[in-house]
């Protein structure tokens, strides 16, 4: 019974406000304020408890160089205005919501709005990435004092109640054509550039080289610039799979070219070698020498003594010093005069350089890859590989993306 009551007296009030309430508004503004207003004095002499609310939407940016971070939030201001009062002048009113000119006309130090502010941020980068960084953003009136207003924070209770909230979201998807042309296709022509070594003769180590640190570099500065323009996230992106993966693969391209100079100058000092011994072994052999290599082998030394031949012949030999030069140099090794027939000495000799593991680099140039071979190779598997690549990383993410469309 009380309720029907209640209903009914509700609803009265509802109607007589409907039809009365534009002109109440009016009337209960101009009461209030009213020539003895005065928006310059404070509304208690007292002092006026200002209540602050702040919620954070979202920071837009924290710069580590400048040492500042910009964050939005709604700022609201709360405080009471005994002069501002109208319970007492109608009863249909619970609340008035004014527009900003009316809002110029009253005392502010309730005002809500929405704020970008930018403010320091003193940063500890030791720890750099590793960090945490705590910002402080300060408030604080610039007209009054302590003793007219004071402030303190406001615990969260929304002040107009309960709000129903509609959200729609937005599914976007992402034209990557543009990023194609603009990303992608440079580093296919870095690292194809990283090929064209593989191509130039093996002797030509300098433009090898120079070609492939090239196009790494070229990668490296293309990668700092598709970084500048994205956000810093914390998890690994598809394009940081494919510049990383691209790094990877000039990087072993140089690893390659740095093999082959490596097998050419062993190739090259083998045959050296071989041809130094040649020269020797094509001479007839001083008695001398016959004398100081059977002396030698009998202390067990002859390694050494056969290291330093060799090692002078080897020398010579880059020098282009004439054969004659040569051996008459070897002569003076040993001052013993026996000689005998010189096709056994020859023989004698050799077996000798063989004791000492010099003839052996003869067997190990056989050994050895030849740098063409190792280009070869290179031109066959450098392409297979990326092209497998290819096909795993667009496979992957289109599918990914079509899973997610269709979901």
């Known amino acids: 019974m009380i309720d029907d009551q209640t209903t009914e007296i509700e609803m009265t009030l509802e109607q007589e406000c409907g ?19 005065d ?13 602050i609310e702040v919620a954070l939407q979202t920071f ?35 609340n008035l919501t004014l527009n900003h000119q009316i809002v110029d006309r009253i005392w502010q130090p309730m ?41 303190k924070w406001r615990d969260w209770d929304p002040a107009t109640g309960k709000w129903d909230q509609l959200s729609v979201s937005f599914f976007l998807t992402r034209q990557y054509g543009f990023y194609i042309l603009q990303i992608y296709t440079p580093t296919y022509i870095s690292v194809i550039m990283s090929w064209l070594p593989f191509w130039i003769d093996h002797n030509s ?28 996230v914390s998890y690994i992106k598809a394009i940081d799979v494919w510049m990383f993966a691209m790094c990877f693969f000039i990087l072993f391209s140089l690893i390659h070219l740095a093999m082959v100079g490596y097998i ?10 071989e041809k130094s011994i040649d020269l020797l072994t094509s001479s007839a052999p001083h008695p001398s020498m016959d004398s100081s290599f059977r002396e030698c082998a009998a202390n067990g030394n002859g390694r050494n003594v056969c290291g330093t031949i060799i090692a002078n012949s080897i020398s010579w030999h880059d020098k282009q010093h004439k054969h004659e030069d ?25 077996k000798v350089l063989r004791r000492g593991g010099l003839l052996g680099r003869q067997e190990t140039r056989k050994r050895i890859t030849s740098a063409d071979k190792w280009d070869e190779t290179a031109r066959r598997n450098f392409p297979i590989a990326f092209c497998i690549f290819n096909i795993l990383y667009w496979g992957y993410y289109v599918i990914l993306e079509r899973r997610l469309n269709d979901a």
């Not at 928006?39 to 209540?51: A, D, M, R």
Request: glycine share 2%; hydrophobic share 35%.
């Open 111 to 151: 005002i809500n709005h929405r704020l970008r502010v930018e403010g320091p941020c003193y940063m500890d980068l030791r720890r750099f990435p590793m960090d945490s960084q705590e910002c402080e953003l300060i408030l604080e009136s610039y007209a009054y004092n302590t003793a007219k207003v004071r402030l």
């Open 60 to 94: 837009s940016d924290i710069s580590e160089i400048s040492a500042s971070f910009t964050a939005d939030i709604l700022f609201s201001q709360i405080w009471h205005d005994e002069r501002l009062r109208f319970d007492h002048l109608s009863s249909c009113l619970p």
């Open 326 to 350: 040569f051996l008459r140099n070897l002569n003076r090794l040993s001052n013993n005069p026996e000689f005998s027939d010189a096709s056994s000495k020859r023989k004698e000799w050799r």
């Open 39 to 51: 928006k310059t004095i404070v509304p208690n002499k007292n002092g006026t408890l200002v209540s």
């Open 264 to 273: 050419d100058r062993r190739v090259l000092k083998a045959k050296r070698t």
């Open 205 to 232: 180590q300098p433009a090898r080289f120079t070609l492939a640190v090239s196009s790494l570099m070229a990668l490296t500065f293309q990668y700092g610039s598709v970084a500048r323009s994205l956000p810093r």
């Open 19 to 37: 039809e009365s309430l534009g002109g109440s508004t009016k009337s209960v503004l101009h009461k209030i304020l009213n020539d003895d207003y």
